[in-house]
Nanobody, 120 residues
Framework: VQLQASGGGLVQPGGSLRLSCAAS????????MGWYRQVPGKQREYVAD?????????NYADSVKGRFTISRDNAKNAVYLQMNSLKLEDTAVYYC?????????????WGQGTLVTVSS
């Protein structure tokens, strides 16, 4: 599975951005897709995820609940992260993640990262 993330950029506090992640390869094996973020010098942290292919259950980190929305387009093998009311502390490199779980074994796939900078 290959993941291609896009949509990062510079935005002012309170602004919005929409990240996209396109998956290719054996996407039929995926169970979950989502987003993580990382600030230099800190550990990568979970942001949100959504179940694939059925159900579409979503989960969010407390820090982004009510501001970020994750969605999917199964026909395009894509997930999106709509980020509203952005804060300075949302500045990070955002990574697309895809997960496959089978018989208790988990495979993780990562995209290349897209930089989101929130600054006035």
């Amino acid at each position: 599975v290959q993941l291609q993330a896009s949509g990062g950029g510079l935005v002012q506090p309170g602004g919005s951005l929409r990240l996209s992640c396109a998956a290719s390869g054996r996407t039929d094996r995926l169970n979950v897709m989502g987003w993580y973020r990382q600030v230099p010098g800190k550990q990568r942290e979970y942001v949100a995820d959504i179940s694939i292919p059925s159900g579409g259950n979503t989960n969010y980190a407390d820090s982004v609940k009510g501001r970020f929305t994750i969605s999917r387009d199964n026909a395009k093998n894509a997930v999106y992260l709509q980020m509203n009311s952005l804060k300075l502390e949302d500045t990070a490199v955002y990574y697309c993640n895809a997960r496959r779980v089978l018989n208790g074994v988990q495979w993780n796939y990562w995209g290349q990262g897209t930089l989101v900078t929130v600054s006035s």
